[in-house]
């Protein structure tokens, strides 16, 4: 098979597979995604297959591509990462047969077979989880663990009596509360399929049909590149499930491109950063945290993809204005004209490439749930893609789909079982309704200081999660918190969505920063803080949910359209603010800054109409110069 082409070799940070071991794990990824697609299309499965199965092959995966330490072998996985497959196989292979038994028979009395495998899977998860991410979700895993054996010894109100370690391991790996709970099963059903989705849509040929239409619709505009950067982002981030997948799929492409034309290096890198995360709450598809929020909220996905179109068009309206802005104030051009294709060209040979994502929404406008849009979005992949014969996928290429999909999901499904035993501990010992009430009293009953401090708490435990990670524990512990405080439901898990969003680049720890740095070979502390520049609105965006409810589509018309109006006119102001230039001189003087800020901070912060009226008169004293300037001397440039 290898000889035929169709394996071909997979690497990570730590481990190189080729030949045998390589077609091993291919087969395995293969065969991971393959299960994934039938079930959401085809097959009825019970719950615990399901779920099972999910953390099964992804531990499987991760124990044969990821070593345990820095002098592990790396051509090969060791005979410790075998025992380690084994270990996992034989624990959830035994959940998944015997979860109906103990749901019948043995509920609150386990067997000794129940507590020996569940310690196993509990340590298994957290081994993975500590290979892919580092130790910290790990270590944070284990210490809601330990809160729920020493509960006693908690401070005030998140004290409990503390339980047996019995008591612990049944509940974390018997029942489907912790382990084998809602985010399995939401990354089970809904998360990994729209992956594949996206791998599919990748191999057909649209990743590179979207690359090009962006280059034809922003490559002749000043800083061009970046702005390619920005709309293929946006395009593609949104199905690709992860941010730092995005950065190295697109940032391949878009970051030598900005250094050619004269970016610095970590601004090259930290605008592809940006763009990237940026795809995580864009929708239609809106990533994988989209699923999970729909899910903890019980609300329909459509309802919450159209929330956040507003919220979403102007984050990226935001970014196109710092990018332009950068490209005026270092004089950068856009691309060469002979490297830039006409829009008309790439539509005529691609635009067969919205007909999958069109096959999706579709779906879930006619009330089929998320899982069967996926499925059928993967066939309309396959089948758009024979309409040209340069890329019509055979079995090969759907092959190296399948295998695809089941690797990208490596680095997020990492996550998934620390995260499951993280709830677990929360559930159990009422932790979440707890700290919800402490954050509120902490926060001496002021909204604003309870959003500022969801924000920080964020960006902490953001510094070794995901996106999804991050929203999972704090969608438990801090989105109560913001209900208690009078915000709605599903606004209040917006404001924490949005929050561990932010983390992917915020510095000390902001790992799409850093991917965005190894591929431009800038210095990964200088991209994150010049990402969290570009994408200062993200320190916005959780505020204006609770002071700008109409940004969420709730209101009538006219204050839906007065909120948005306002936010993009101080988005313009903030944007002149942090990059000392406006759109027509270029560099502008301290004074006119300071002046741009205060009209930003007028606009952004809408408390009553004669604020933000203000904040259009210091716009006006601001500009006014600039645009005398300008008339004054029409020919310039």
């Given at each position: 098979?290898?000889?035929?082409?169709?394996?071909?070799?997979v690497e990570s940070a730590g481990r190189s597979l080729r030949g045998p071991l390589a077609a091993v794990y291919t087969l395995t990824a293969a065969g991971f995604s393959l299960w994934y697609v039938y079930t959401s299309g085809l097959g009825l499965v019970s719950t615990e297959s399901n779920r099972g199965f999910y953390l099964m092959f992804t531990a499987v995966l991760v124990f044969l591509l990821y070593p345990a330490r820095k002098g592990a072998p790396k051509d090969r996985p060791s005979a410790v990462d075998f025992c380690w497959i084994a270990a996992t196989l034989v624990s959830m292979l035994y959940w998944v047969d015997q979860y109906a038994d103990y749901a019948i028979d043995r509920v609150s009395a386990p067997n000794a077979w129940d507590q020996g495998l569940g310690l196993v899977a509990i340590v298994a998860m957290l081994e993975v989880s500590r290979r892919v991410l580092g130790p910290v979700i790990a270590v944070i895993a284990l210490v809601f663990l330990a809160q729920l054996y020493w509960g006693q010894y908690l401070p005030g109100r998140l004290s409990h009596s503390g339980m047996s370690v019995e008591r612990i391991i049944e509940f974390t790996y018997s029942t489907q509360e912790a382990l084998f709970g809602v985010v399995t099963a939401t990354f089970a059903t809904f998360v990994f399929p729209f992956m594949v989705f996206g791998a599919f849509l990748e191999r057909s040929g649209a990743g590179a049909f979207f690359m090009d239409l962006g280059t034809a619709l922003a490559g002749r505009w000043r800083g061009g590149p970046a702005k390619v950067a920005v709309m293929t982002s946006a395009l593609f981030g949104s199905i690709s499930g992860s941010s730092v997948a995005n950065v190295v799929a697109t940032g391949a492409f878009t970051i030598p491109l900005m250094k050619r034309i004269g970016y610095r290096p970590e601004h090259a890198g930290a605008i592809e950063a940006i763009a990237?995360?940026?795809?995580?709450?864009?929708?239609?598809?809106?990533?994988?945290?989209?699923?999970?929020?729909?899910?903890?909220?019980?609300?329909?996905?459509?309802?919450?993809a159209l929330m956040n179109v507003i919220p979403a068009t102007l984050f990226f309206i935001f970014l196109l204005y710092m990018v332009d802005l950068q490209a005026v104030r270092t004089g950068l051009r856009g691309m060469p004209a002979d490297e830039i294709p006409r829009a008309r060209d790439v539509l005529r040979r691609g635009w067969q490439y919205f007909l999958p994502l069109i096959v999706v929404l579709g779906a879930l406008f006619v009330g089929y749930s998320p899982e069967v849009g996926a499925f059928w979005g993967i066939v309309s992949a396959v089948v758009v893609s024979w309409l040209r014969r340069d890329t019509a996928m055979g079995p090969r290429s759907i092959f190296r789909a399948l295998a695809s999909g089941?690797?990208?999901?490596?680095?997020?499904?990492?996550?998934?079982?620390?995260?499951?035993?993280?709830?677990?501990?929360?559930?159990?010992?009422?932790?979440?309704?707890?700290?919800?009430?402490?954050?509120?009293?902490?926060?001496?009953?002021?909204?604003?200081?309870?959003?500022?401090?969801?924000?920080?708490?964020?960006?902490?435990?953001?510094m070794g999660s995901s996106t999804t990670g991050s929203y999972i524990i704090l969608s438990?512990?801090?989105?109560?918190?913001?209900?208690?405080?009078?915000?709605?439901?599903?606004?209040?898990?917006?404001?924490?969505?949005?929050?561990?969003?932010?983390?992917?680049?915020?510095?000390?720890?902001?790992?799409?920063?850093?991917?965005?740095?190894?591929?431009?070979?800038?210095?990964?502390?200088?991209?994150?803080?010049?990402?969290?520049?570009?994408?200062?609105?993200?320190?916005?965006?959780?505020?204006?949910?609770?002071?700008?409810?109409?940004?969420?589509?709730?209101?009538?018309?006219?204050?839906?359209?007065?909120?948005?109006?306002?936010?993009?006119?101080?988005?313009?102001?903030?944007?002149?603010?942090?990059?000392?230039?406006?759109?027509?001189?270029?560099?502008?003087?301290?004074?006119?800054?300071?002046?741009?800020?205060?009209?930003?901070?007028?606009l952004l912060f809408p408390a009553w109409i004669w604020i933000d009226l203000l904040g259009a008169a210091l716009l006006v004293v601001a500009w006014a110069p600039s645009l005398w300037r300008r008339r004054m001397a029409p020919g310039e440039s």
């Open positions: 098979m290898a000889d035929q082409g169709w394996i071909e070799p990237s995360t940026g795809g995580q709450f864009m929708p239609p598809i809106m990533g994988a945290g989209v699923f999970i929020l729909a899910t903890l909220t019980q609300t329909d996905y459509l309802t919450i089941g690797h990208n999901n490596t680095s997020a499904g990492a996550t998934i079982g620390a995260l499951g035993i993280i709830i677990g501990g929360i559930v159990l010992s009422g932790l979440g309704l707890k700290f919800a009430a402490v954050l509120v009293e902490f926060a001496g009953g002021s909204l604003f200081l309870a959003v500022l401090l969801v924000t920080l708490i964020s960006i902490i435990i953001g438990v512990v801090a989105a109560p918190a913001l209900v208690q405080l009078g915000v709605p439901e599903l606004p209040a898990h917006l404001v924490v969505f949005y929050a561990a969003c932010l983390s992917n680049i915020t510095p000390p720890v902001c790992v799409s920063a850093f991917a965005g740095a190894a591929i431009a070979g800038a210095d990964p502390m200088r991209t994150g803080f010049a990402a969290l520049k570009f994408g200062a609105t993200l320190l916005i965006i959780p505020f204006s949910f609770v002071y700008a409810p109409a940004l969420l589509l709730y209101g009538s018309p006219a204050e839906i359209a007065a909120a948005a109006a306002t936010y993009l006119v101080g988005y313009l102001a903030l944007a002149m603010a942090l990059q000392g230039a406006e759109f027509v001189n270029g560099e502008i003087a301290l004074w006119q800054r300071i002046v741009f800020g205060g009209a930003a901070l007028c």
